[in-house]
């Protein structure tokens, strides 16, 4: 069977001998159920079972959020600019 995986900006061509592949697997789609900009900023507004972040982190320390880069199936660029003028003081 002929696979390309997604790489990069591209994909690699991958040839499996039939006898070699059991499955493939692919994620499921993402359906939007409203504005995730939105969802975002609810979120941080109101985490599930922890306190907000300008109740967690003190005077001086930083606060790094990881997010999934593009060669991932997540809408990398909706979800960055959920994050726009997110301020310390809310979030």
Known sequence: MHI??????GALPLDVP???LLDVVVPKEF???RQPELMI???LQDPLGTDR??????P?????????DYT??????VV???FRGVKGSWC
């Open 4 to 9: 390309e995986l997604p790489y990069g900006k």
């Open 18 to 20: 039939d006898k070699n």
């Open 31 to 33: 359906i939007q159920p």
């Open 41 to 43: 900023k609810e979120a």
């Open 53 to 58: 972040l300008s109740e967690a982190v003190g």
């Open 60 to 68: 001086g320390e930083t606060v790094a959020i990881v997010i999934d």
């Open 72 to 77: 991932r199936p997540c809408p990398t660029k």
């Open 80 to 82: 960055t600019t959920g």
